[in-house]
């Protein structure tokens, strides 16, 4: 039993209104002061010294109780069941999840972790974050705070869920083009971009964004949405080696956020149950619902991510079949499989698939 589940539990409506509005008012007054060049850090110290916001701007009125969205009133449905339904992950798995990084082998490989980069700096100056080098982690200039994690999360969802729904559908137009099979390749690519958005939707439970957000997320998806279409129709392998480094990023990020949570960094998450609807979709068991158990599921599902893509980058976009829905004629070892019972930070290669 997992000991910060048994003290007094706090439901996430109970301290919704707390995470209730990421603000603009702040943010502009700190960009119209500092202007663009200022970093995310000299906007965080100096949106912190600024008095509170007098009005909220959110597309939604605070007076409505309803969750930020709240279930269809459909008098005759009972539920909407998901789609596809997840993995149950052991707490030993998921606490064996590391941070890893897969050489650059190639200039293909250079290329997308240049992108990668070029996105966390963007990433990291919109969301305020900055990542300390070893053994400054306690300076005061690295802290986060829960809303910040927010943030953080939110906005890397929205971009998170794009490559898996691009690449699946490209995948299908080539199936019809062509008039071939897919060798079930589309399957794991939708469920991933599905996967990403329940992330979205989990953490949307805890904090709703405003307009600034949302204006954020809109051009950010827009570009990367395009920019990630293109590159895919040139270099498929080139992509899944982008999405595993991407991936790469994201166990970082919620790597460190459990940290600073199991250091006391965060109290307002300590006792925090995790929402109804992640509790549903992990299936997370009695006395592994907490705010830290979430972040161990969803920072295991990116490590997922992180080897599902780096392994379709390995393998022949054209030719080769799908390891992670392939049934293997050896059963005594270990294959890729939808779980994390054998997780590979840096992916399968080639031969130990095909
Ligand atoms: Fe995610
Ligand atoms: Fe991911």
Redesign the pocket.
Known sequence: MNSLSTAAPVRVVALRQSYLHFTVSTYSRCIATTGLQCSSLAITNKCSRQPAPKRFISSTPQTQPKGFFPPPTAPSVKEVPTAWAHPIYAEEEMQRVVVGHREAQNWADWVALGSVRVLRWGMDLVTGYRHPAPGKEHEAKFQMTEKKWLTRFVF??TV?GVPGMVGGMLRHLRSLRRMKRDNGWIETLLEEAY??RM?LLTFLKLAEPGWFMRLMVLGAQGVFFNGFFLSYLISPRTCHRFVGYLEEE?VLTYTRAIQDLQTGRLPGWEKLEAPEMAVRYWKMPEGNRTMKDLLLY?RA??AK?REVNHTLGNLNQGMDPNPYVAKYKDLTKPHPSKGIAHLKTTGWEREEVI
């Open positions: 890397l969802e998170a996967n990403e992330h994201a969803v599902d990116e991510h």
